[in-house]
């Protein structure tokens, strides 16, 4: 009883640390030639920046603008072959 009385009169229990944040915090509206193989839309909320997220396959994530027109044609792209995908012909059995 004593010593959980010491324990918690000096202090020595854990406090709460900083979590660090993952997200974009600058983007940039250069146009890379990189694999893209997925995106992610990150909305702006403090510290991180509205962003879109490419993944790439040499890079990994990447931080674009989302006003450049390079990455809204990209998007297009990217939920056009998503379509495809998803809306390919059905095989009927016999």
Known sequence: MILGFITLT???FRRPGRI????????????GSFTITSYRIQPRSKPCVKAVIF????????????????VQKMI??????????VSSPTIEEK
Request: glycine letters at 4%; proline letters at 5%.
């Open 55 to 70: 993944y790439t396959k040499q890079k990994g994530a990447i931080c674009a603008n989302p006003k450049a027109k390079w």
């Open 10 to 12: 000096t202090g020595s």
């Open 20 to 31: 660090p944040v993952n997200c974009c915090k600058s983007v940039s509206s250069k146009k």
């Open 76 to 85: 297009k792209q990217l939920k056009s072959v998503a379509h495809q995908c």
